[in-house]
């Protein structure tokens, strides 16, 4: 499993901006694709990689990012306003980044059951 901690999530960002993607990881699309499988999985308690906590405040980040209200203005406060901005979208970036990789990996290593037969297991 991946490191879980407060830095976890720009230790993410960082390695998928430097391009040290490990092979067999998934891809942008893939891991944005498994978004709602995660939320679901959180929320029905089949996947504790990321807590109910973290997944509200990853909500959150999204809403402040999208609020015309900030902590810190834009309009006053100019550069310093937008760096608030940037580490939120940083720190949420990352945060989806490690909880899809995750959850992803979990997922693929859960047994499935198709009309009664078992087609895949860990």
Avoid: C, H, N
Wanted: proline share 4%; hydrophobic share 50%.
């Amino acid at each position: 499993m991946g490191r879980v901690g407060r830095t976890a999530a720009f230790a993410a960002l960082w390695r998928y901006a430097r391009g040290a993607r490990r092979p067999g990881t998934p891809g942008l699309m893939a891991r944005i694709s498994a978004l709602p499988g995660l939320v679901g999985a959180v929320l029905s308690g089949r996947w504790k990689g990321v807590g109910r906590g973290r997944l509200a405040l990853m909500g959150v980040a999204v809403l402040y990012v999208l609020s015309p209200v900030d902590v810190v203005p834009e309009a006053l406060f100019l550069a310093v306003g937008l760096v608030d901005d940037a580490v939120i979208l940083g720190w949420l970036a990352g945060s989806v980044l490690d909880a899809t990789e995750r959850f992803i990996a979990w997922e693929r290593g859960q047994t499935q059951i198709v009309d009664g037969r078992i087609v895949a297991s860990d």
